[in-house]
């Protein structure tokens, strides 16, 4: 099935988890987890929306400073959770144009390589760890209504966080590839935006291609993060029992809370 956008018209990668199938012949519940990119341009249409939608809990798991820099605009029913995969933004998409340059202007290859360390990090970091864990959390207090998560693109860390969440509920590898993928598909406008404003601002051939390569997901990135839980893990239930430390019964209460 095709990813279930939401109707958000000032942000980007809105999307509903519901309606995924299981491997045991179930589906994800609709308006109960919704997986975003940053919510600070939200008009009040979008906010109502949100409210409108059911959304009572907003975890944020962006770094200080970019919460700073553009905090989030939300219902007033909705819970806020500061809940920072990194102290820092690794993923570069909230650096600024100077920050870039530097990184990104004499290797086409920077912003690509620095992804594959982003996500091994994202994997196998204590930070990112506590944060998953916190976010579990909150899944799982969560009984009734939408909880949203999000980071900047919602595309990496949140990312990720929607492929350890799909894992716990027993949607399929394919599956969860076609979600983490989708983005490309919800950020085709923002990313050609970034690389117009980077080009007009002057940035070479290199700037340019590090630029495009923190914007969008690769097959690759995944399969960074995914290599690494194999290889110090053993698999990804053995990340979620071990790394994560969700029990059987808390894996149970997620399927009980979220499938139909």
Known sequence: MEPMLLNIHHGYNFRDLGGYPT?????????????????????????????????????????????????????????????PVFSEDKTQVSKSWAEEQKAFALDGQAGYHNMLRTYRDIVLSDAAQKAYRQFFDLVLANDKDALLFHCTAGKDRTGMGAVYLLSALGVDEATIRKDYLATNQYMAQAVAEVIAQAKQAGGNANMLQGMHDIWVVYPEYLDAAL?????????????????????????????ELYLE
């Open 227 to 255: 290599a690494a839980i194999h290889e110090t893990y053993g698999s990804m239930q053995q990340y979620l029992s071990e790394a994560l430390a969700l029990s059987n019964r808390q894996l149970t209460t997620l399927r």
């Open 23 to 83: 491997t045991d012949g179930k589906r994800i519940q609709a308006r109960r987890l919704i997986r975003s990119g940053s919510l600070d341009r939200l008009s009040q249409r979008d906010i109502d929306f949100l409210h409108q939608y059911g959304v009572r809990v907003d975890v944020d798991f962006r770094t200080q400073d970019e919460r700073s820099a553009k905090p989030d605009r939300l219902p007033g029913s909705a819970r806020y959770v500061f809940d």
